[in-house]
């Protein structure tokens, strides 16, 4: 081997060398990236599940109160033990966690019993207005 072949093999080296060097610091960059996009979305994340996790806890709750508010209402218990309750309700929510998929089915049970009692309010409404327009055809008569 002559001093050419020697010059050439370390230029050869010398270029692979720095582009391996390139491809490592650029995959390294790019391992930067990705972690710190992984991260920004682990942080977005945690901040959805910790909102949701908040308004379930909200919803079951309110749920409790008004279960207490109508055991109240039933059981005839006196006006100032109602605000106990409320007071019992938060204790109660934190000892017995109920799962995520019955306060969801408490809610919906809840949301179609206000649905009935609406429907039931309109019929009522409706028979009223019957028996006013009923009243009033025979007070006309009456009166003529």
Known sequence: MDTNDHSNIAESFACASSEL???DTSRKNSNV???KKLRKHYSVEKRYRTSLNEK???LQTRLQEIKKKRSTEDGGLEVGVEDNLMEDSESLSASSK???????IDAIAYIDELEELVEAKDMKIKQLRGSIFTSKLV??????
């Open 139 to 144: 007070l006309e008569n009456v009166l003529k």
């Open 56 to 58: 379930f806890n909200q």
């Open 98 to 104: 109920q799962s995520r998929s019955q306060v969801l």
């Open 21 to 23: 060097l390139f491809q």
């Open 33 to 35: 990236t990705s972690e």
